[in-house]
Structures are given as structure tokens and as C-alpha cells.
Nanobody, 122 residues
Framework: QVQLVESGGGLVQPGGSLRLSCAAS????????MGWYRQAPGKQRELVAV???????KYADSVKGRFTISRDSAKNTVYLQMNSLKPEDTAVYYC????????????????WGQGTQVTVSS
């Protein structure tokens, strides 16, 4: 089993920055990547960024150039550095564990954190 705990959300003004953290405990041989999703009110949950155990990354078009996903394997922690935040980035952000295929697709497993709220507003 895998447990995920997010932290680092909050209220920030447009143009500001936040760094989210996801601490993982436990393990599964099926997992080779971690991802960040977000869900805004009234919208479906969407994939924001993925990082594989080898360091390959993938980003949603809406966050490319502004968000950076990274990992500290020694701490079993994945980070999401969010810069130049916009009001449309407001959402609950969730950490996930899954499989990142060579084709570039990401398949989330049913390992989710509790979510952390990010609000971008003046």
C-alpha cells in the first residue's frame, strides 16, 4: 500500500509562487511515476504534471513554462513548483502514484492524497 500526503497550498496573488509537496510512504512494484492532478469547482480532475522514477517529466499545456515537477528520492517526496500563478490555477491539487508508459501516457493508480487547496486571487 502507498500513502500520500500533500502540503504547501494556500492563498497567493496572481503572479505569485507556491511549492507543493507530496510525501509518500509504502511501496508498490507497479508504480514507476508520481503525478499531480487538480480539480477546480465544477470541473473534472485534470493531470497537471508527471515525473517518472527515471526523471522523465510531462506537463499539461496550460502549465508548461510555469510549473516544475521534481522529486527527492531519498525523502520519497515529489514537489510541484508553481510560478506565475493565474486565477485559473485555483483548484484542489492532488498527488497520485501510477505508471508512466514509454508512449508518454500516464495511468493513475488508486493512490491519492487528501488534496491541498490553491487559491490565486487578489
Amino acid at each position: 500500500q502507498v500513502q500520500l500526503v500533500e502540503s504547501g497550498g494556500g492563498l497567493v496573488q496572481p503572479g505569485g509562487s507556491l511549492r507543493l509537496s507530496c510525501a509518500a510512504s509504502g511501496s508498490s512494484a507497479r508504480i514507476n511515476a508520481m503525478g499531480w492532478y487538480r480539480q477546480a469547482p465544477g470541473k473534472q480532475r485534470e493531470l497537471v504534471a508527471v515525473i517518472s522514477s527515471s526523471g522523465r517529466t510531462k506537463y499539461a499545456d496550460s502549465v508548461k513554462g510555469r510549473f516544475t515537477i521534481s522529486r527527492d528520492s531519498a525523502k520519497n517526496t515529489v514537489y510541484l513548483q508553481m510560478n506565475s500563478l493565474k486565477p485559473e490555477d485555483t483548484a484542489v491539487y492532488y498527488c497520485n502514484a501510477g505508471m508512466y508508459f514509454l508512449s508518454g501516457s500516464y495511468s493513475p493508480y488508486d493512490y491519492w492524497g487528501q488534496g491541498t487547496q490553491v487559491t490565486v486571487s487578489s
